[in-house]
T-cell receptor
Framework: KAGVTQTPRYLIKTRGQQVTLSCSPI?????VSWYQQTPGQGLQFLFE???????NKGNFPGRFSGRQFSNSRSEMNVSTLELGDSALYLC????????????????FGPGTRLTVL | GDSVTQMEGPVTLSEEAFLTINCTYT??????LFWYVQYPGEGLQLLLK?????DKGSNKGFEATYRKETTSFHLEKGSVQVSDSAVYFC????????????FGTGTRLTIIP
């Protein structure tokens, strides 16, 4: 069974640009969560999508948005990039959402490393 | 709000040494607790979990016991190997609230032969 895939793996952008990252969950998984990982802040939750609906959101500005398609693939978008947005963006998928037990089955992708110059 | 405090790294040990990485938490309700591991260039992998007080999670020689009285979930391994070199994250999810994973800052472990 293929794991969670994220594209692209590396990305370099300049301040003010926008970027779209993609995540393909494990086949059959309907929940996709996104996290930002930085040396200073560690791993921070961005949002979670389940059946094309955002069911949970972290404390990030509105420049960070996402969506999920009918095939469970998800994209996240960051507009008006800032230097502080440089990070590893991780996507995780699970079968279901909404219960603590679903996180027992959460699988992470390798991440997209975004560098903002 | 929920929070996880992890032992600061980096930690460097010799092969076959005993490992402890401390983790304490603050949470509402009765959280489930997790340890994740991140190998170089990879995403996070679930290492072990515990869902209620006094539960012991174990995997690949690693163990952690859910201690409600001390709000702790320390990770231990009796004899580490070079292949255990990675970053380890303690995390929790509350059964109340918005059910999102809250992570500690991570501890980088390096094992030298």
């Amino acid at each position: 069974k293929a794991g969670v895939t994220q594209t692209p793996r590396y990305l370099i952008k300049t301040r003010g640009q926008q970027v779209t990252l993609s995540c393909s969950p494990i086949s059959g998984h309907r929940s996709v969560s996104w996290y930002q990982q930085t040396p200073g802040q560690g791993l921070q939750f961005l949002f979670e999508y389940f059946s094309e609906t955002q069911r949970n959101k972290g404390n990030f500005p509105g420049r960070f948005s996402g969506r999920q398609f009918s095939n469970s693939r998800s994209e996240m978008n960051v507009s008006t990039l800032e230097l502080g947005d440089s990070a590893l963006y991780l996507c995780a998928s699970s079968l279901e959402a909404g219960t603590a037990s679903s996180y027992n089955e959460q699988f992470f992708g390798p991440g997209t490393r975004l560098t903002v110059l | 709000g929920d929070s996880v405090t992890q032992m600061e790294g980096p930690v460097t040990l010799s092969e076959e040494a005993f490992l402890t990485i401390n983790c304490t938490y603050t949470a509402t309700g009765y959280p489930s607790l997790f340890w994740y591991v991140q190998y170089p260039g990879e995403g996070l992998q679930l290492l072990l979990k515990a869902t209620k007080a006094d539960d012991k999670g174990s995997n690949k020689g690693f163990e952690a016991t859910y201690r409600k009285e001390t709000t702790s979930f320390h990770l231990e391994k009796g004899s580490v190997q070079v292949s255990d070199s990675a970053v380890y994250f303690c995390a929790l999810i509350s059964t109340f609230g918005n059910e999102k994973l809250t992570f500690g800052t991570g501890t980088r472990l390096t094992i030298i032969p």
